[in-house]
């Protein structure tokens, strides 16, 4: 796995080279435990219903709960289960107002942070749910005082209830 993440006795592992739906289309492993962690079983392999070669689903994965976001062609896609992780379908796809494309995903209950990629990104985007993960809307755009192009405003972006972090990882690196 390229990225994981965890939350509580679920394990989310992405496989952003898994060729299932064309070269490098990616894919996504949810684990469970039930035996306090000396076990994990592989519950469910999630893939973009839109999948396509070279999306690279899986290249960023996040979890909060029932909830899975992963990124996937420039997009955020987010899966739900609601009978205990028996089945986790897609629900919603997310994408920046501004047709920017997406490289990182955080999420913390309700809230969705995406972090722009590309060398001249500046900004990262949050989305908001308020239906349950019905739907979701973007809220804000976020971008640094002094963004830059080459900057990497939004490679990483983390998340913990209402304070959100962003990193800048090319910042002032004299390119």
Do not use: H, M
């Amino acid at each position: 796995g390229y990225s994981v993440t965890i939350d509580g006795n679920t394990v989310v592992v992405g496989a952003y080279l898994d060729d299932d739906a064309g070269t490098s289309s990616g894919s996504a492993y949810v684990f469970r435990t039930t035996d306090g962690g000396a076990t994990y079983d592989q519950v469910a392999k999630l893939t973009a219903a839109d999948a396509a070669a070279g999306d690279y689903f899986g290249g960023s994965v996040a979890i909060a709960g029932d909830t899975v976001a992963i990124r996937g062609g420039g997009s955020v896609y987010i899966f739900r289960t609601t009978d205990g992780g028996g089945t986790w379908p897609q629900v919603a796809k997310l994408v920046a107002s501004d047709g920017v494309s997406i490289s990182r995903v955080a999420i913390s209950g309700d809230v969705v942070v995406a972090g722009a990629s590309g060398e001249d990104s500046i900004a990262s985007y949050v989305f908001r749910t308020t239906d349950g993960g019905a739907t979701y809307g973007q809220v804000a755009k976020l971008t640094a005082a002094d963004a830059a192009a080459w900057d990497r405003f939004g490679r990483p972006v983390a998340i913990d209830g209402d304070t959100v972090v962003i990193g800048a990882y090319e910042d002032d690196s004299k390119r």
